[in-house]
């Protein structure tokens, strides 16, 4: 079956890295995504990692990805206070389908 | 610059009262969904179109209706709103090319109460 969790919350001071975590069931996930979620706005994609890489980086952004445990992982380096929001992962298994995790209230503290 | 626009932004109904949420795409992709987000949930897929064909979820309450008319819009029909949901709706998107583009666009939602 699929099951995505994450952590709830996280607090970071501005200026310090972020690491948000996140777990998978499904092996046969063929991509993994975070995605960014502003209060009463849609979904915006951050980054995404298909499942044969480990380490994905895109300005402030890393993604770890290590499919052994299926664990998956965002660092922002340098958080802001823009960066303050929830952040979902998402895993993308057979049938286009994507599960999405409870997501991780991140808020950044000045 | 809007690609995926959804509306309204907000939408208030009664117990009961059908409700219809639009979105429209200017981005050609095959596949449209609708997914509902209840407050501090993971957003939980209804229903997608790949082109014409319709794949329901198989715990999508019957309640809920889609249409497709065009390859730009995609209407959530409500046929009798109940206080359990009231949600955000989102609205996506997506082109399955095979390659790495496979990801979803998001529109910004419509945030339904039912009184």
């Known amino acids: 079956g699929e099951d995505v969790e994450q952590s709830l919350f996280l607090s970071v001071r501005e200026g310090d890295s972020s690491v948000i975590n996140c777990t998978y069931t499904d092996s046969s996930s063929t991509y993994l995504y975070w995605y960014k979620q502003e209060p009463g706005a849609g979904l915006q994609l951050l980054t995404y990692?298909?499942?044969?890489?480990d380490m994905k980086q895109d300005q402030r952004l890393t993604v770890l990805l290590n499919k052994k445990d299926k664990h998956l992982s965002l660092r922002i380096a340098d958080t802001q206070t823009g960066d303050s929001a929830i952040y979902f992962c998402a895993e993308r298994t057979a049938g286009n389908k994507l599960t999405f995790g409870g997501g991780t209230r991140v808020l950044v503290k000045p | 610059d809007a690609m995926v626009i959804q509306n309204p932004r907000y939408q208030v109904t009664q117990f009961g009262k059908p409700v219809t949420l639009s979105c429209s795409q200017t981005?050609?992709?095959?596949?449209m969904y609708w997914y509902q987000q209840k407050s501090s949930q993971a957003p939980k897929l209804l229903f997608h179109y790949y082109d014409k064909d319709f794949n329901n979820e198989a715990d999508t309450p019957d309640n809920f209706q889609s249409r497709r008319p065009n390859t730009s819009f995609c209407f959530l029909d409500i046929r009798s709103p109940g206080l359990g949901d009231a949600a955000m709706y989102l609205c996506?998107?997506?082109?399955?090319?095979?390659?790495?583009?496979?990801?979803?666009?998001f529109g910004s939602g419509t945030q339904l109460s039912v009184l």
């Open positions: 990692i298909f499942s044969n890489m």
């Open positions: 981005l050609n992709h095959n596949v």
């Open positions: 996506a998107t997506s082109s399955p090319s095979g390659g790495v583009q496979e990801k979803l666009f």
